[in-house]
Nanobody, 129 residues
Framework: QVQLVESGGGLVQAGDSLTLSCAAS????????MGWFRQAPGKEREFVAG??????????NDYADSVKGRFTISRDSANTAWLQMNSLKPEDTAVYYC????????????????????WGQGTQVTVSS
């Protein structure tokens, strides 16, 4: 089993930056894809960013259009992932979830929730205007 624990959420003002962390523990061998999703009140959970570890030092990432250019996803070889969020907007307010999966998707970053096997409990990000 794999456990994912997010941290780093909080209350910030519009334009501020925040970095979320996701630490994986348990049977973390070969976690191929790690991703971030978010769910705002009254809305469905949506893909934010994902990163695949194709080789030990080769990564591919992908972003939702709404965060492209503002958010950056990264990860290390120990299966910790980060989401650097800059120029935050009130519409970025949501619970952010870390997700991971073992299966090899080549260079494709999965965007669908159903393609991720493991999930964290979520961390709240609130951006005030």
């Amino acid at each position: 089993q794999v456990q994912l624990v997010e941290s780093g959420g909080g209350l910030v003002q519009a334009g501020d930056s925040l970095t979320l962390s996701c630490a994986a523990s348990g049977s973390t061998l070969s976690l191929y894809t790690m991703g971030w999703f978010r769910q705002a009140p009254g809305k469905e959970r949506e893909f934010v960013a994902g990163i695949v570890r194709r080789r030990p030092t080769i990564y591919y990432n992908d972003y939702a259009d709404s965060v492209k250019g503002r958010f950056t996803i990264s990860r290390d070889s120990a299966n910790t992932a980060w989401l650097q969020m800059n120029s935050l907007k009130p519409e970025d307010t949501a619970v952010y979830y870390c997700a991971a999966d073992r299966s090899n998707s080549g260079v494709i970053v999965r965007r669908s929730q159903s393609e991720y096997e493991y999930w964290g409990q979520g961390t709240q990000v609130t951006v005030s205007s």
